[in-house]
């Protein structure tokens, strides 16, 4: 922390209006088409983003005053232009595209919002590198409306709006993530180092993007490639306090001047971790190692272009040793005493019970233009996804894994991107999967979900209709088809093979009006859909990461929502204060969840029994955000969500719904010439889950908690290049806490107190207007 205030000493003294946001988005000048992926950059050599694949981008930290930008977008010449910025801006900026040169940028009017119907939120470079050493959905912890769903201190599953698992939808740079998701404890199989911007559409959104985005959908943006063929590139290291370890990353990425238009890059990480550190104890077996490399590269061309995507990620991680337990007595007197079972001296072995993963992804993408205005995009993707479960065995037997699944996944999607006339645009899409999963032989134990196979297809089409400057509208609708063939054996040890055959429609509404220049409104009104997994369906036996016994129901059928939902945003015109204000309602037939049933003693331990049922669900709930500037340099952020769940086959509350939250965050910013730095801090409070359904529970919900957090970041230049360092503490008053959502809750303590400290070396990046 000291070094980090000497170096940015020289900047605590200096004032001025640099907190300022510009956003907006990129667009063809011709057909009005976004330019996807177009490099942002101001010519300060601080600040630059990538638009995302809708041509939007946001600049943030910036002073007051003309401002130069220089826009960039792969094969094509860059060019700059000019802003004058006093307030937050949002703009539309037109450019003319052709094959070999591009005109003047031509500044029209502001943004239209092309979210009709849904509300999103984005995680830029810059708010990723604030958290690094964090997962991907830790890093979405913060945005509104999204929550954690933990097993220990290692695994986390982002919860939004209440709903998690299989109800959100996951697309890894486009393409859907399949990578045995079905369990709580399996968190996410992909690098936050490999992307550089993260996208939260929340909200039921079956239409555009299929079966099991209920709750919503989180999007990992594919990185922008260099446009010119200079090698850049960016290389951290990462020191952690709590696990007494840390890792690094490394990027390299260029263009290839002998073939305008084609650029690669290449990119690796490695964090390890030991036992994480509870206030009071150690968390025995908690240690973690990843690994992860990816590559890209691609060809663009006005007309037409391809893309290539490959990544490799490789995680082992130990499962808490105190929810493993010898027999029933014990079992209830460690949920009933508060204190682990277990525990053991630090240490970064990782031993048994444990997990190990590896997650391949390939994916290609081409597109063509038949003419200025439509486009046709053709992707393809392969997965392949190994998990390995061990369990504590007797006769040296440990080191075979208890749960051996390996999942062939392929996946293609054919879209046509139209317009129709002046303003109706809109795309009609189909898409497929066809994937198995087979239980590697040897594991000496009964398979935990059967071998199966499972087909998808589907067709949508979206189309918009701007009625005016302040009103568009949007409707879409999607038929699905899926095709599940097991084979297992039944009670009595018969081989079956019985097939699952789901046929589901949904329809979106939307509405999206901007009253005046400082307020705008989104209605909503969507259905949804989700297809039983086999694990609900045949899950038979003791799941090893998340130490309890699951039991399926081979009569499930599919999960339908319908939802509303309204959403409000305004600001004050001097851009000191805005805000948003979310509600939704919802409705789901056939909700699926695990119900406790119980404990059972096994050959391997007293375990807590978990049953999947069916019921009928109602969902409500609201988030809001207020943001206040009282002078430029300052921000002050407060917000908070609430989530109802209700039973009603069971008239109770709905198990396992997010208890109340709110937070305050105070940040600081200034800069000075090329050099910045930036303060923030978080209070998060969580309150009691008292909306529970009574006696159904093996312990009573936990106390509420407030967290604190502080993060420090610095960047300045470094000859040519620049150099970030940064530090962050969460739980600073290392705080004794257990969240409801944490399937571990009833054995230990959630992780204490910890420090990450970073420094990043980019280079290649500075380019500087004439």
Known sequence: MFVLLLIAGPLLAQEGDCALVLTGVVLDEHDRTPLAYAAVAVDDGLHGVTADELGRFRLEGLCSGPLRIRVTHLGCDPLEVRLELKDDRDV???????????????????????????????????????????????????????????????ISKPVIRGLSGNRVLLLNQGVRQEDQQWGTEHAPNLDPFSTDRITVVRGAASVQYGSDALGGVIITEPVQLPERERLRGEVRAIGMLNGRGGGGTGVLEGAVARVPGLAWRVQGSGPVLGDAQAP?????????????????????????????????????????????????????????????????????????????????????EAYWRPNEVDQLVLTYAYQADDRQEFDIRRAG????????????????????????????????????????????????????????????????????LPLNERLELEAGARLDAALLQVRTFDAQDEYITPEHRFTNHAFSLGANWTATDSLRLRAGLNSAFRPPHVSELYSQGLHHGS???????????????????????????????????SLHASRTDGFIYLRPEGYRLTIRGAFPVFRYTATDVLMWGTDA????????????????????????????????????????????????????LSLRGAVRWVRVQDRVPIGLDFTDPPPGYALLALDLLVERPLGKDRMQLGIRGDNLLNTAYRDYLDRFRYYADARGVDLTLWITWRFGHAERLP
């Open 397 to 464: 037997r440990s080191a075979i894994p208890a749960l051996d699944l390996f999942l062939n996944t392929h996946t293609a999607e054919l879209v046509y991107k139209h317009f129709l006339g002046r303003h109706l645009h809109g795309r009609i899409g189909v898409n497929g999967l066809w994937q198995e999963n087979a239980n590697i032989p040897g594991t000496g134990v009964r398979p935990l979900i059967p071998d199966h196979d499972r087909r998808t297809g589907g067709i949508f089409l979206i189309e918009h």
């Open 280 to 364: 009071r104890y150690v968390l025995s077996n908690t240690g973690l190692r990843e690994s992860g490399v990816s590559a890209s590269v691609a060809l663009e061309r006005h007309r037409s272009g391809a893309r290539a995507y490959y990544s490799w990620f490789a995680r082992e991680l130990g499962s808490l040793r105190a929810s493993h337990i010898g027999n029933l007595t014990d079992l209830e007197n460690a949920i009933a005493s508060g204190e682990p079972a277990y525990t053991a001296p630090f240490t970064h072995a990782i031993e048994v019970p444990r997990q190990t993963v590896r997650h391949h992804l390939l994916k290609t």
């Open 547 to 581: 130490a309890a016994i699951e039991e399926g129901d081979p009569t499930l059928g599919s999960e339908r929502m319908l939802q509303a939902t309204l959403d409000t945003e305004w600001g004050s015109g001097n851009g000191r204060w805005s805000g948003a204000l």
């Open 625 to 676: 955000q207020v943001r206040f500037r009282p002078v430029p340099a300052w921000t002050i952020e407060l917000q908070g969500g609430l989530v109802r769940g209700r039973d009603v086959g069971q008239d109770e509350w709905l198990f396992q719904v997010p208890a109340d939250r709110a937070g305050l965050a105070v940040g600081w910013r200034r800069t000075k010439g090329t050099t910045s």
């Open 92 to 154: 539309t900026l037109f450019l003319e595209h052709h094959a070999h040169e591009l005109d003047q940028f031509e500044l029209v009017r502001e943004r239209p919002d092309e979210n009709v119907g849904h509300s999103k939120a984005e995680l830029d470079r810059a708010a990723m590198d604030r958290s690094t050493g964090r997962t991907i959905a830790e890093m979405l912890d913060g945005i509104n409306g999204v929550d954690l769903q933990q097993s220990g201190p290692t």
